[in-house]
């Protein structure tokens, strides 16, 4: 019913940057929250950001005040600002949304299918 592709992963040095967007389509009647986590293998997904629909934001305390989330309401797409990189924020990245859909009574949680940052010499 609704699909989420991220994109702008890839390899950046250590202290670099990466911009990560991510597209919402589908049945969708509205979106509520979106955000962006992150797992390694072995690990469990974390959270890195989320931004509400009216752009209130959380981060996890490992990437504030290095990254930033930031929506388009309009075209569903959120992203990802990605400053000041460091190896241990490699990771597979996906975009998450809440979203109400057409034959849909609630929210319900959709993810992407993730896109892969390394951060390395």
């Known amino acids: 019913q609704v699909q989420l592709v991220e994109s702008g992963g890839g390899l950046v040095q250590p202290g670099g940057s990466l911009s990560l967007s991510c597209a919402a389509s589908?049945?969708?009647?509205?979106?509520?929250?979106m955000g962006w986590y992150r797992q390694n293998p072995g690990k469990e997904r974390e959270l890195v950001a989320t931004?509400?629909?009216?752009?209130?934001?959380t981060y996890a305390n490992s990437v504030k005040g290095r990254f930033t989330i930031s929506r388009d309401n309009t075209l569903n797409m959120v992203y990802l600002q990605m400053n000041n990189l460091k190896p241990e924020d490699t990771a597979v990245y996906y975009c998450?949304?809440?979203?109400?859909?057409?034959?849909?009574?609630?929210?319900?949680?959709?993810w992407g299918q993730g896109t892969q940052v390394t951060v390395s010499l």
């Open positions: 589908g049945s969708i009647i509205s979106i509520d929250t």
């Open positions: 931004i509400t629909l009216s752009g209130s934001t």
């Open positions: 998450n949304a809440l979203v109400h859909v057409y034959g849909g009574e609630y929210y319900q949680d959709y």
